[in-house]
C-alpha cells in the first residue's frame, strides 16, 4: 500500500474513533437556569455551562426528598452502597423506585461510580422482617431481594435517600436540580438526551 493510502486510512481510523469516543453516554448533573422548548441551559455542579437538547418524547422523572420510614415492604429501590466485613451493604444512596420503574436495572453489581468499591443493587425490600436493626440497637437494614439472591442494605443517618414519580416536561424548569446518566456530547459541545431527572419540592437527583 502506497504512504498516501496508509496515511489515508490512519486518518479514517483517528476519526471513527474520535466519532466512537463522542458518543459515549456521559452523566450530567447540576442546575438547570433557563429552558426554551426542548433546549436546557444549565450549569454543571463544577459550573461549567451545559446546553442540552430534549428529546421531543423525553421521559421525565420527578425526585423528591425521602427517609428511612419511605422504604415500605415490597417497595422497588436501588441501593449505591459499600460492601461490609458481614456481606452487608452500607448505603450511601437510596433510590425508591416508582411502581412504573419496577424491574429496572434489577440485580447485584460493583463497579458503582459513586464511592470506592462501590456496588449498586436494585431489587424489592423482602414484605417479612423488612426493617431490622442490628445489634446493640443501631443503624437499621432490610433484605433487598433480586433475581439471582438478595443482600441486606444498612441504612447509616447520613445516608441521601430520595423516591421517585413519574413527572412530565413541567417538572423542567429554571431553579431545579438535575441529573441525566446517559447525556451523548454533539461535535458543538452540546449535549442531548432522551431522559433527565429532575428536583421536585426540594429534592435533589443523584
Known sequence: MKASHLL?????T???ATSVMAQQPQRLAGEIQRVDGNMV?????????LTIKLADKVIVTAVLKATVADIRPGAYIG???VPQ???SQKAVEVHIFAESQRGQGDGHRPGWYGAQNGTMTNGAVEPTGAVLASAGGGEPSFIVKYKEGDKRIVIP????IVRYEVGSQADVKAGVQFAMQAAVKQADGTFT???INVGRDG????
Open 14 to 16: 483517528v476519526l471513527s
Open 85 to 87: 466485613a458481614d456481606g
Open 8 to 12: 489515508t486510512a490512519f486518518a479514517v
Open 157 to 160: 443517618a447520613n445516608a441521601h
Open 79 to 81: 441501593s449505591g452502597a
Open 41 to 49: 441551559f444549565a450549569k454543571a455542579r463544577d459550573g461549567s455551562p
Open 193 to 195: 438526551s432522551d431522559r
Open 203 to 206: 429534592g435533589r437527583p443523584f
